[in-house]
């Protein structure tokens, strides 16, 4: 062969050029370079693809990590929405126990939700890119477009646990407000009867006082 650079013949098995030292593996180096370039490209658009399938709505305002205002205003109900039932446990426990400290419960209960809406992106993502990895490494052998697929059944949003949730809710309500309604009517019956004439007094004080009368007019 001939070296590309100076045109002297060389032997087809060295690596570099006996006259001038020329890379003869240059170019294939750089091919290789830019194949494992557009390798790593593709890897790092695929786990793209994975996540955005996974957080499905709403994927770019989740991906910013800003704050999220439904977290902050409605967080029981937008964990389960978000499929965070792990989240949201923790939260219940914690709500429970915030309700035998007092003041100390209730700041706890205020920062709650503030502490939801600056950092639940940011987690979410974490979670996502977990439960990501795990289903990658389970599901060997699979194409881009399962995986994609299985992406979405574990992750996206669901409306069953909101409802489900705002379902108790209202019932627990409604019977508190039943239980009041009945506790006033039994209250209110109560002082009534407190307060009503007693018939047998009366009718006592009468006969007596008919008797007096007619003794003493037979006296008379």
């Avoid at 002297?8 to 290789?32: M, P, R, V």
């Avoid at 194949?35 to 996974?54: G, H, M, P, R």
């Avoid at 239980?179 to 004080?205: G, R």
Wanted: aromatic share 16%; hydrophobic share 35%; net charge negative.
């Amino acid at each position: 062969m001939r070296c590309p650079n100076c045109n002297s013949l060389i032997a087809d098995d060295i690596n570099f050029c006996n006259y001038c030292g020329e890379n003869l593996h240059k170019e294939n180096t750089t091919n290789n370079t830019v194949v494992n370039n557009t390798q790593t490209t593709t890897t790092l658009n695929v786990k793209e693809e994975y996540l955005s399938a996974y957080i499905g709505k709403n994927y770019d305002t989740i991906k910013q990590k800003g704050f999220n205002v439904f977290a902050f205003f409605l967080t029981h109900y937008y964990l389960l929405y978000r499929k965070q039932s792990k989240y949201f446990w923790m939260l219940v426990g914690i709500s429970f126990f915030t309700l035998f400290f007092g003041g100390i419960g209730s700041i706890v209960s205020f920062i709650i939700p503030i502490f939801a809406g600056i950092k639940f992106n940011e987690m979410y993502i974490q979670e996502a890119e977990k439960d990501i990895q795990l289903i990658v490494n389970t599901n060997k052998g699979k194409t881009d477009e399962e995986i994609i697929e299985l992406c979405r059944k574990k992750g996206g949003t669901s409306t069953v646990g909101p409802a489900i949730l705002f379902t108790i809710q209202a019932i627990f309500t409604v019977t508190l407000i039943i239980a009041f309604i009945m506790l006033m009517a039994v209250s209110t019956n109560t002082e009534t009867d407190s307060y009503k004439p007693n018939n047998d007094y009366n009718s006592n004080y009468e006969y007596e006082y008919n008797n007096d009368y007619e003794y003493y007019d037979n006296e008379i």
